[in-house]
Structure formats: structure tokens, C-alpha cells
């Protein structure tokens, strides 16, 4: 069955409420008809990119794609973004994570809020494993919901992430994992980020 929309859909969290509110046969769960609960994954989805997703997007840019690319990187910028993907797991933990909760906001099955989130972590994966256990090391609570979101969606997660995996197999080979976090000053052109 093919999905169209009146018009193109170009942003993440969009694409995901259209599918989750239009899509015949798509569980409550993803994307809650209650409206207290929606503003809930709705208060998440905001939140994230704000915080998680610009930590997360400026650290794989400045510290993976530009060397890549050539494009100067920036040391402040990179350390400003560890900073901020360190705060926004401890909000994770401490706010949507609490105690023995199964996924975000306490929910027993996830949300979109749970995949929105956990795809973003999940680009930790192409520094290596040392880099990666140095962001969640310390975030039990983290690893363990990320893993049951991986379940709950396997096997379209291992999909959805395989060339994740394939950039961080090449960039092991190539040893960059190495110099992940040795920004690039090779030209002149800064990025934007």
C-alpha cells in the first residue's frame, strides 16, 4: 500500500505523526489518540531537537562528515557538543527514565518520542565502541531501554541502522575511530554548524 500525502512531508518527527495518526492498523501506542498523553511525546519531540538531536548532529558533523568532506571543524564546537549529548542523557535518565520504566514516560510499549530519541543516541555508534561506552557508560538506565526499543522493533531496527553500521566497519578498519574526535583544519571553509 502505498502512502501519499497531499504534499511532500520533510521533517522527522512530522513523517512520523502523519504515518502514526493516518495509517490504518498503526498501534495507539506510537502515537497516543489521547491528547494529555500526545502533548507528552509532544513536550519530547520538542525537546529533542533542541538538545539531544543538536549535540548529537554537531558531533557527527564536526568530528565524522567534515573531516570526511575536508571542511574545517571546530575544537569548541565539538567540545560544546559532548557537553550537551552528556546533559541531554542525564534529562533522559532523570526525567522521562525513571525508576524501573520499561520506555519514556513510563510507557509499557514505545512511542515515537522512544524511536526519535534512540536513533539519535544510536549515531554514537560510529565513533567505536571507547567513544561511544564513554557517552553511555554511565547511563545504565539508557543502554537497557535502548535495547528494549531495539526489540520491540527488531527486526526493522537492525534495517533502519545498517548503514550506520556499515560507516562505523569502515571507519574501524580505516582507524579513524582513533581520531574521532580530532576536528579537521585542513581548509578553509568552516562549517556551519
Not at 518520542?113 to 554511565?138: K, N, T
Request: hydrophobic share 45%; proline share 5%.
Amino acid at each position: 500500500m502505498a502512502i501519499r500525502p497531499p504534499a511532500a512531508l520533510s521533517h522527522c518527527h512530522v513523517i512520523l505523526r502523519y504515518l502514526a495518526s493516518v495509517f490504518p492498523g498503526v498501534a495507539d501506542h506510537w502515537y497516543p489518540v489521547d491528547l494529555f498523553t500526545r502533548a507528552k511525546i509532544e513536550s519530547i519531540l520538542d525537546w529533542h531537537h533542541s538538545n539531544l538531536r543538536r549535540g548529537a548532529a554537531t558531533l557527527v558533523m564536526h568530528t565524522a562528515l567534515a573531516p570526511f568532506l575536508g571542511l574545517t571543524t571546530s575544537h569548541e564546537a565539538v567540545k560544546q557538543a559532548e557537553k550537551l549529548v552528556m546533559q541531554s542523557l542525564g534529562v533522559i535518565e532523570s526525567v522521562w527514565l525513571k525508576g524501573d520504566a520499561k520506555f519514556l514516560l513510563g510507557s509499557p510499549q514505545p512511542s515515537i518520542a522512544d524511536l526519535s530519541l534512540v536513533c539519535e543516541i544510536m549515531q554514537l555508534e560510529i565513533f567505536g565502541d571507547e567513544v561511544r561506552d564513554r557517552f553511555l557508560g554511565a547511563h545504565e538506565r539508557i543502554l537497557v531501554w535502548m535495547d528494549k526499543v531495539k526489540k520491540a522493533t527488531s527486526p526493522h531496527f537492525e534495517e533502519a541502522h545498517e548503514l550506520l553500521f556499515q560507516v562505523k566497519k569502515a571507519r574501524m578498519v580505516q582507524g579513524s575511530s582513533s581520531k574521532a574526535f580530532e576536528p579537521s583544519t585542513k581548509l578553509k571553509t568552516a562549517s556551519k554548524l
